[in-house]
């Protein structure tokens, strides 16, 4: 659980700390307080974190786990990625990460894209249409084995209006794993940005936390719902 305050950039369990590249500095968390949240002020900084791996069995065909965070954008134009722990959707392996092995958030024309395992999740017609200046929770949750089975759900919404949400075994987002896919690859974790630090998002990001295990739609909601306290 990382909450960025103080100037830290460690958790509070083990010891876990990211670098800061380019000019990734701290900026003004929700509330307002300076230096309780990340910055990102351009495309090519984003902070960046190897050992340990943040996400829970990320590498290994079988996943359980949960991630959330909160981010602000600056700028909301071109392709641009929040987060990744490898990208990679092919069947073959890229310097992006290991082959079926995508975790990742981005946006593209106005388009929210959740990218895991082998497969992009994309769903237009609910989720909100990134707005600058605007803080919005993002949460996503699964139960993974490389199989038509597997649940990923994701979430998102601005903090103090309604949380939507999504999930891979929605009508229109039904697909089947490759057996070989993971959550991620188990190498680096980037936050404001891709393991390439290019097509980042400007902007700020807070409260990032992860968890060894998937949190049910009403542990979600009530996390969003505190938000607005």
Known sequence: YFTFDNSSLSDSADSAT???????AFGNDYFGNADFAVSTP???SALTLSSPNIIHDAG???????????????????TRYLFSDSENTSGTAGST???????????????????????????????PTPSAGVWYYFAATWDFDGTSADQVNWYIGAVGDTLVSG???DPANKHTEATTATVGDGGTFVLGGRRSLSSGAPGEYDELATFSTEL??????????ALSM
């Open 60 to 78: 290994s065909t079988t996943s359980i786990g949960s991630l959330s965070l909160l981010f602000n954008l600056s700028s909301v134009g071109g």
């Open 167 to 169: 999930n891979n075994l």
């Open 97 to 127: 990460g290991a082959a079926n092995s995508a975790l990742s958030l981005a946006f593209s024309g106005g388009t929210w894209e959740f990218k895991v395992g082998n497969k992009s999740l994309t769903d237009g017609t609910t989720l």
């Open 18 to 24: 990211f670098t800061a590249n380019g000019n990734a």
């Open 42 to 44: 351009d495309t090519s």
């Open 216 to 225: 049910s739609s009403d542990q979600i909601q009530s996390q969003f719902d």
